[in-house]
């Protein structure tokens, strides 16, 4: 299984299918930023179908495999990234390790979670790129620990250029099993939204903030 588009196309049709995404820019989410936004993910629903989540977990067992060669171990990030990355990390017979959003306030007041101990070296699952601070205050903590960070697999990215200019700033090199424009073309070709709903959705992954203040209007 290479990184072809059709695989792009493949994973996008699927979290469209298990409303894993939902597109609603009439009646737009709030975010917990505050922000407006026409799309909500959660990709831990593809933690309850199957046959999806087996080839998720395998196309992206064989992208780690390509780009990024014999790995020492997976660190995923809580939450979104435990689960699948467990079963990533199963699937190449490595240790798995996890990443909280911040320390544990009792006990040890540890971040990551796992015996790390004999391993110099992580690759990163995570379930969403939004903008790249959750993922990268991950990757900052796995680094501080000592460890060296080999990339970081996300299943979705929006591909906000901010969060784009925030990995390349922390040089950590990433892949994405899909992306914003891949959904929006299947979504639009499945006929899940119609042309003027692709081109509101067009014109909020150009400006997300100005988007959300015209909702605000």
Same mark, same amino acid.
């Given at each position: 299984? /290479?990184?072809?588009?059709?695989?792009?196309?493949?994973? +996008?049709?699927?979290?469209?299918?298990?409303?894993?995404? #939902?597109?609603?820019?009439?009646?737009? *989410?709030?975010?917990?930023?505050?922000?407006?936004? @026409?799309?909500?993910?959660?990709?831990?629903?593809?933690?309850?179908?199957?046959?999806?989540?087996?080839?998720?977990?395998?196309? +992206?067992?064989?992208?780690?495999?390509?780009? *990024?060669?014999?790995? !020492?171990?997976?660190?995923?990030?809580?939450?979104?990234?435990?689960?699948?990355?467990?079963?990533?990390? #199963?699937?190449?017979?490595?240790? *798995?390790?996890?990443?909280?959003?911040?320390?544990?306030?009792?006990?040890?007041?540890?971040?990551?979670?796992?015996?790390?101990?004999?391993? /110099?070296?992580?690759?990163?699952? !995570?379930?969403?790129?939004?903008?790249?601070?959750?993922?990268?205050?991950?990757?900052? +903590?796995?680094?501080?620990?000592?460890?060296?960070?080999?990339?970081?697999?996300?299943?979705?990215?929006?591909?906000? @250029?901010?969060?784009?200019?925030? *990995?390349?700033?922390?040089?950590?090199?990433?892949?994405?099993?899909?992306?914003?424009?891949?959904?929006?073309?299947?979504?639009?070709?499945?006929?899940?939204?119609? !042309?003027?709903?692709?081109?509101?959705?067009?014109?909020?992954?150009?400006?997300?903030? +100005?988007?959300?203040?015209?909702?605000?209007?």
């Amino acid at each position: 299984m /290479s990184n072809s588009g059709e695989n792009k196309r493949k994973v +996008a049709e699927f979290l469209l299918r298990i409303k894993a995404i #939902q597109l609603s820019p009439e009646n737009p *989410f709030t975010w917990a930023s505050g922000r407006k936004s @026409p799309i909500y993910c959660d990709n831990r629903r593809i933690l309850s179908h199957p046959e999806i989540r087996t080839f998720v977990r395998q196309l +992206a067992t064989d992208q780690i495999d390509e780009r *990024f060669g014999r790995l !020492e171990a997976i660190a995923g990030v809580a939450t979104g990234g435990i689960a699948l990355g467990a079963l990533i990390a #199963q699937e190449l017979g490595l240790p *798995f390790i996890y990443v909280r959003s911040s320390a544990k306030a009792h006990g040890t007041g540890q971040r990551i979670e796992g015996d790390y101990s004999g391993i /110099s070296s992580v690759f990163v699952i !995570e379930d969403l790129i939004s903008t790249g601070k959750s993922s990268l205050s991950a990757v900052d +903590a796995l680094r501080e620990a000592g460890l060296e960070v080999k990339g970081l697999l996300a299943f979705f990215t929006y591909g906000f @250029p901010d969060a784009v200019q925030r *990995f390349k700033e922390s040089e950590c090199q990433y892949v994405t099993l899909t992306d914003y424009p891949t959904m929006l073309e299947e979504a639009s070709k499945s006929g899940y939204i119609n !042309e003027v709903q692709k081109e509101d959705l067009d014109s909020w992954s150009s400006d997300p903030m +100005a988007w959300s203040e015209s909702r605000d209007k």
